[in-house]
């Protein structure tokens, strides 16, 4: 890895992309990036210091005042947000141990920039602490389609963990490593969380298609997201031990806890090759999650009807959807259309303007 030397503590939070082009953000994204930042450097500073990870990773008051996230006046560049690692007018301030979290952080987000697993587990050694690492830095992200992005960059703006690709290399880092578990054994489960054993990391959830109770083994950066949705459906992905008549029997190496949601889609920015789609009109699709098939299933704009397994996986899905309705109807000459794809291409043509995502 190459990390300048220099000032580590000061790092840039730099949101990018079509929504920033104005130089405002929602103050949603920024306290959101902010917040999982903040907690980023908490548990590189409780993993440096060794704490015991049999309890639950909440942060002393000690790791809160000696390792905080200081924001400083925000600057342009699409929009970002400077910050530095620790408060210099504390009268309590210890800068060795402030630098030596803050070099661990900036090797950290250059571990994950490169999708380097050994490197990066060299520097976090702790399975639990590195993946719950990961989880932060992933939800530092916006969502998919927003317009924005966030990259983070080191005291020379140089780009030390590069938002456009930083989910795709944190997916790749959190996937199972084990060789003993096949691709057929992974898959999702669905149920009420009935349960939560947090010594032993164990949850039971009521089976959406059976009724019965099924087991499974979890780590502590899912607990957050588990005690907020008790008595409520959750699909937990891992992998599966199976009964003779085909039903799940138990769960384990959980990588991944989703809340069902039925809410509206909100169409945001289209991506094409090169350029983005800016919706004219409001647009939306309704989404629900079918009890019996156990797949989720979207009624778009322009008849589109689509199903999967996962609402992440049903939202590409529709954007995957709209950028080729685009491609093959609005950019095409309407004399080689027929009458009804003429119709939806002038529907496109209302609902959607193209700019170069460069602009």
């Not at 300048?4 to 503590?9: A, C, D, I, L």
């Not at 790749?172 to 060789?179: D, E, I, N, T, V």
């Not at 289209?270 to 004219?280: C, Q, R, T, Y």
């Not at 685009?326 to 080689?336: D, L, N």
Request: glycine letters at 6%; proline letters at 4%; a negative charge.
């Amino acid at each position: 890895m190459t990390i300048s030397e220099g000032n580590m503590r000061q790092l840039r939070l730099h949101f990018e992309g079509t929504a920033t082009h104005t130089h405002t953000l929602p103050a949603s994204a920024l306290v959101q990036a902010l917040s999982h930042f903040q907690r980023v450097v908490h548990l590189l500073a409780m993993a440096e210091e060794g704490r015991e990870v049999q309890q639950r990773a909440r942060v002393t008051r000690d790791i809160e005042r000696r390792f905080p996230v200081m924001c400083r006046p925000p600057e342009e560049g699409g929009y970002a947000q400077p910050v530095e690692i620790g408060d210099t007018s504390h009268q309590l301030f210890d800068e060795q141990s402030v630098e030596v979290i803050a070099r661990k952080t900036c090797q950290t987000l250059d571990a994950v920039n490169s999708g380097e697993s050994k490197i990066l587990a060299q520097i976090v050694p702790d399975t639990f602490y590195r993946r719950s690492i990961l989880s932060e830095l992933d939800a530092m992200q916006p969502v998919r389609h927003s317009g924005v992005v966030i990259s983070i960059e080191d005291f020379r703006q140089k780009k030390i963990l590069d938002g456009g690709t930083a989910q795709e290399r944190i997916k790749h880092l959190l996937a199972p490593q084990s060789s003993e578990i096949s691709p057929a054994d992974l898959g999702y489960v669905t149920g009420t969380l009935i349960e939560m054993k947090f010594n032993e990391r164990r949850l039971s959830l009521k089976l959406l298609e059976s009724n019965r109770s099924l087991t499974a083994t979890y780590g502590e950066d899912f607990e957050l997201v588990l005690l907020a949705h008790p008595r409520e459906l959750i699909q937990v992905h891992g992998n599966i031990v199976w009964n003779e008549d085909g039903s799940p029997h138990s769960i384990s190496d959980v990588d991944k806890v989703l809340e069902i949601d039925e809410s509206l889609i909100e169409i945001l920015f289209v991506e094409l090759d090169g350029a983005v789609l800016k919706p004219k009109v409001a647009l939306s699709s309704s989404v629900s999650y079918d009890r019996d098939t156990l797949l989720y299933e979207a009624n778009g704009p322009f008849d589109i009807l689509l199903n999967s397994v996962t609402r992440p996986d049903l939202e590409a899905q529709l954007y995957e959807e709209l950028a080729m309705l685009w491609s093959e109807y609005a950019k095409v000459e309407p004399g080689t259309l027929t009458r009804d794809a003429q119709q939806l291409r002038q529907e496109l043509l209302d609902s959607f303007e193209e700019e170069s995502s460069a602009s």
